[in-house]
């Protein structure tokens, strides 16, 4: 136990006064930087083909390696929804991404996979059709337009 200081001057009222004033301040400040602190929020990701074609993923969080998150959005200018999942591979920098496209609950069996680099978000898309057609496009980040119809 430790002994009280003999020879300490008592507190005086405008002493005691000015540390309840600084304590306040204190827990004001606290509360303010506490208050401002959000939590993390995902952020839209706007995909672009080379033919214009524009996905909106929303509240899309880039996987970290060896891990998968979903991807659900829509074709931007349209009705067709986006549903799927993307994977970051646990030994590259890539990210895959397989989705299917549909209207609304349909489905017309089209679907897409992407491949993109991590570091750009950008790589190659592949359209894919119930009958197996498929075509090759490149597709790259782009920033996501002011207005949308699901959200900002």
Known sequence: MIAPL??????????LQRMATMVKALV???AVVLGSIAPASAADLCLQDSSGVLFVAKGFRVPGKGQCKPFNGYLA????????GA???????????????G????????????????????????YCTFDYE????????VACPASRPFGP
């Open 6 to 15: 003999r020879n300490s001057p008592p507190a005086t009222s405008a002493a």
């Open 28 to 30: 004001i400040a606290v």
């Open 77 to 84: 200018g349209s009705l067709v929804m986006v549903t799927g």
């Open 87 to 101: 994977c970051g591979t646990s030994n590259t920098d890539e990210i895959f991404v397989t989705l299917t496209l």
């Open 103 to 126: 209207v609304g609950s349909l489905s017309n069996g089209s679907g897409a996979s992407i491949d993109l680099a991590r570091s750009s978000l950008s790589g190659t898309i592949r």
């Open 134 to 141: 498929c075509t090759n496009r490149s597709i790259a980040n």
